[in-house]
C-alpha cells in the first residue's frame, strides 16, 4: 500500500483539525476546538526549536523542556545511539513525557546513506550510488530507511539531498547528490522521499534552494551560488518543485547566499528565498526547517538570538539548534521577545505552529 497520498491526505485533514475548525456533533450542535487555544506564547515558540543533545540518553534537561513546551522535536547523530533498541526506547521515554500537546514530538535524524549516516543498515548506498540503479530501486531504498527508522523510534529524516551533483561541487565529491541534471535529481529524490513517506517517515528535502554550486561543506563557512535568477529556478529549484508536487512534507533551507534572489542573506535568514522563492514560487505549504543554527559558518552572523529572530522572520518554522541546548535557550527567549516587542508577528507564528502541529498529527 502507498502511503504518501494517505499521509498527505492525513496532514490536510489534520491541518484542519489544528485549525481548529467548527466540528458538528450529533445532539450537541457546533463545537469548536482549537488545540493552540490554552498555550502561552512561550509555548507556541517552544514547539518550533528542534534541538540535539549529548550522550545515550535523552537528558533531563530535554523532558524538562518538553514538559513545559519549550520544544518541538530533537535531532540524534551516532554519539547519541549505543544501540537501535536503546534509541527506540529513549525516544519512546520521549514521546510518553506529559506535555501541553498530545501530537508526537518530531524524532529527526539524518539519514542520507553513504557519508552521511548515523544508523546502520538501509539506506546504505550513496545518493550517487543509488542514482545509478534508477528510480524504483531508490524507493525501495527509501522504504528500507523508513523502516529502519522507526524500529528506532525517529519519525522524521532530513534527507533526500536534491542538490545538483554539478562537476567540482562539493556535492558531487561526496557522493550526497543523486545524479548532475535536476530532472534526474527531481526524479530520484521524489522517489526517495516517496518511500520514506510510504514508510511513515516524513521526508526532508535539502538545502532549498541548493547547493550544487558550492566547493565546501556547507557547515563550515557561508558560501555564495553566483548563478542568475533564470538559472536557480530553472535547475536548483526544479528538483524541490518536483518533490513538493509529490507531496513531500518538510524542506531545509541552506546556509549559502544566493545574491541574484537576495544580495545579503543567506538562504535560511532570507524572506525572498523562503517566503518568496519556496512558499511563493512553488507553493510550498508544509514546514520549513533550517539548517543548523548552531554551525560555525553562521557564528559572525550573530548570536542565537539574532539568527533565531531572523530565521522565523525569514519564514522557516522550525528552528534547528543541534549543538548547544544554552544557545537553543537563548533562541527560543529572543523569538519570545521579538513577539512582544512587535518585531515579529504573533499571527504569523502561530500559522507556523499550526503548519508543525499538522505534520506531528500525520505521523504514525
Known sequence: ???????????????????????????????????????????????????????????????????????????AFAENIRTRGALAQQMRRLQRTRRPLREPLLTTIDQEGGLVQR???????????????????????????????????MNV??????????????QRRSGRAFARRASSVGVLGSAFARGLQDGGVAATLKHFPGLGGVARDEDALIQSVHYSAATLRRADEAPFATAIHGGAMIVMTSTARYPALDRRRPALLSRAITTGELRGRL????????????????????????????????????????????????????????????????????ASVRRILALRAALP
Do not use: K
Open 157 to 170: 529524516d532530513l534527507a533526500p539531498v536534491l542538490d545538483l551533483g554539478r562537476p567540482g561541487s562539493y
Open 283 to 350: 507553493g510550498f505549504r508544509g514546514v520549513a526547517i533550517t539548517d543548523d543554527l548552531d554551525v560555525p559558518a553562521l557564528r559572525h552572523l550573530g548570536g542565537p538570538g539574532t539568527l533565531a529572530v531572523s530565521a522565523t522572520a525569514a519564514g522557516n518554522d522550525l528552528l534547528l539548534f543541534a549543538q548547544s541546548p544554552q544557545r537553543a535557550r537563548r533562541g527560543l527567549d529572543a523569538v519570545v521577545r521579538a513577539v512582544h516587542a512587535g518585531r515579529l508577528s504573533r499571527a504569523a507564528l502561530v
Open 1 to 75: 500500500m502507498r502511503l504518501a497520498p494517505v499521509l498527505a491526505g492525513i496532514l490536510m485533514l489534520a491541518l484542519a483539525v489544528v485549525v481548529g475548525l467548527a466540528v458538528t456533533q450529533p445532539g450537541r450542535g457546533t463545537v469548536a476546538r482549537d488545540p493552540l487555544a490554552g498555550l502561552s506564547l512561550r509555548e507556541l515558540a517552544g514547539q518550533r526549536i528542534v534541538v540535539g543533545y549529548r550522550g545515550t540518553r535523552v537528558p533531563a534537561w530535554v523532558l524538562a523542556r518538553a514538559r513545559r513546551g519549550e520544544l518541538g522535536g530533537v535531532i
Open 119 to 153: 544508523l546502520p543498515g538501509a539506506p546504505g548506498l550513496s545518493p550517487a550510488l543509488m542514482g545509478h540503479r534508477g528510480g524504483a530501486f531508490v524507493h525501495a531504498r527509501g522504504l528500507a530507511t523508513a523502516a529502519n527508522l522507526r524500529r528506532a523510534g
